[in-house]
C-alpha cells in the first residue's frame, strides 16, 4: 500500500495538496474510495478518498495504524561527503534499512568541495528522496538529513554509543568491538556512526572522534566502499535485535 | 593497493597483457618496483612491476598472500531479475559483502524480458563488474555470475542451506527462521538465497521452491526493496560469524 508523509496542518485539514495530491490524482489514477496511508509525525493512519478537486484530495480517516516499524534505538548517521551520486544511494538503502539522521560532513579526505551557496539546495534535494524512501519502506518517520556540515562543528554529547567504523581496525584483523557495543545497548539508546570518505579518516579526525568518545570498529574482513558501511552497521543492528532465534 | 584477477595461463608466463596491462602502464602510470596484488583461481599473490613494454608488464612474485577474506559458507544469491541498473548495483554490493554467486533469474514478475541473443553480453558485462568489485574489495575469489535463467531450470540439490525471503513472512511478524537458520550453519555450507524482483514472489514459485526445500524467512519490520534483501542477508552473516563478542 501506498504510504504519503504530509505536515500535521495538512492532515488536520483532511486535504492533500501539490505533489502528493498530483501525484494520487493523476500519476496513479486515484479514485473515490481508494485507500493509502498517511504519516503525520511518527504516526501513521489508514485514510480513504471521500472527494477530489482539480488541486486537492480529501480524506477521511478509516483508523491510525499503531504498528512500529522503527529499530529499538536512534542510529544516526554521519557521513564522510563521498563522491557522485554515493550519497544519495546511501539515503536510498540507509531509509529502507532504519536510519535515524544523516549528516553529510565535509571531511579532510572529501575530494567533493561544495560551495555555500548550494548546500542549501542539496539538502532539499536529499530530505526529499528520504522522504521517498521512507514512503517506500512504511516507514513511521522520515530521516531527518542535515546541512552538510564539517566535523568540529557537530556536538556528539547526546549518543550514547559512539562508533567510528575504521577500515584499520579491519585491517588489523579486529573483530569483536563492533558486535559488544551492539549487544550492549539498550532500547531507546542513541547511536552516532561514523563514516569516512572514499580515502578514510585522517589520523586527526580520528584522535579528534577518540576525544570525544567514539569506539573504533572493524566490520569484518572484506575492504567495504563507503557508501556500503553503514549498510552493514544498519543490518548487523536489525538482525541482533530485531529477530528472534 | 590494488589488485587484479588473472587466468593461471598469464600468471605462470609472469606477465599481464590487454585491459590489465593498459591500466597499469597507462591510467596507473605504474613504475618499476610497484607492487600490486595479482589474484589467481583462489589463490592472492605480492608482485613487483620488473619491466614494461608497449603492451606488456611483467613482474615477479614477492610472496604468496595467505589471508583469507572470504565468509566461512558459500552465499549464492538467486535473483528474481530487476529492473534498471538494479542488478548492476547487487553485484557490486553483494561481492563486497562476500556473495559466492549469482544467478539472476527471470521470474513471473520480473518485468524486464531480455531476447536470448542479448543474454550473453549481458553475463559478460555483468561478469566484469563482478570482477572490477572484487579487485577493490581485495576478495580471494571473483563471484560467477549465470547466465540469465528460469527458476524451473535450476538444479537446487548441492545447497545444505535454502532461503527464500519472503516478504509476506516479514509482514506476518514472523521473525525468528532467519536467525534460527544463520546460527545453525557449519563452516563450508552451501547456502541459497532466492530475491524475488521488485512485485515478489508469485505463490506458484513459492510452491516449487518449498518443494525444493526452501524455508521461507522475514528480514525484520521494514519493506525492504529488492536490491537490498541480498545485503541484509550478507551482512547478517558475517555479523553473526565473522565478528567475535
Not at 516499524?69 to 544516526?76: K, M, N, Q, S, T
Not at 562508533?163 to 585491517?171: I, M, T
Request: proline fraction near 3%; glycine fraction near 6%.
Amino acid at each position: 500500500m501506498q504510504k504519503y508523509f504530509i505536515s500535521r496542518e495538512c492532515f488536520e485539514r483532511r486535504v492533500l495538496e501539490g505533489d502528493t495530491a498530483f501525484q494520487i490524482k493523476t500519476v496513479l489514477r486515484g479514485k473515490i474510495k481508494d485507500q493509502f496511508l498517511l504519516g503525520v509525525d511518527a504516526q501513521s493512519y489508514l485514510v480513504e478518498i471521500t472527494k477530489m478537486t482539480s488541486k486537492e484530495v480529501f480524506f477521511e480517516v478509516i483508523e491510525e495504524q499503531t504498528k512500529n516499524v522503527e529499530l529499538p534505538f536512534v542510529v544516526d548517521l554521519y557521513q564522510g561527503f563521498p563522491k557522485g551520486d554515493k550519497l544519495e544511494q546511501i539515503i536510498k538503502y540507509g531509509t529502507q534499512l532504519g536510519m535515524g539522521a544523516i549528516y553529510p560532513v565535509i571531511m579532510k579526505r572529501s575530494v567533493v568541495k561544495i560551495e555555500n551557496s548550494k548546500k542549501e539546495v542539496k539538502q532539499k534535494r536529499y530530505q526529499k528522496i528520504a522522504v521517498e524512501a521512507a514512503e517506500q519502506s512504511l516507514r513511521n518517520q522520515v530521516p531527518f538529513v542535515a546541512m552538510i556540515t564539517e566535523l568540529d562543528k557537530i556536538d556528539f554529547s547526546s549518543y550514547d554509543v559512539k562508533l567510528l567504523c575504521y577500515e584499520e581496525s579491519a585491517k588489523n584483523q579486529e573483530t569483536s568491538e563492533f558486535k559488544k557495543q551492539i549487544c550492549s545497548l539498550k532500547p531507546g539508546n542513541r547511536v552516532a556512526v561514523v563514516v569516512g570518505p572514499e580515502g578514510g579518516i585522517d589520523p586527526k579526525e580520528k584522535s579528534f572522534l577518540e576525544q570525544q568518545g567514539f569506539v573504533c570498529v572493524g566490520l569484518g574482513p572484506r575492504i567495504l566502499r563507503t557508501e556500503t558501511v553503514v549498510l552493514y552497521v544498519l543490518s548487523a543492528i536489525s538482525y541482533e535485535w530485531e529477530l528472534g532465534k
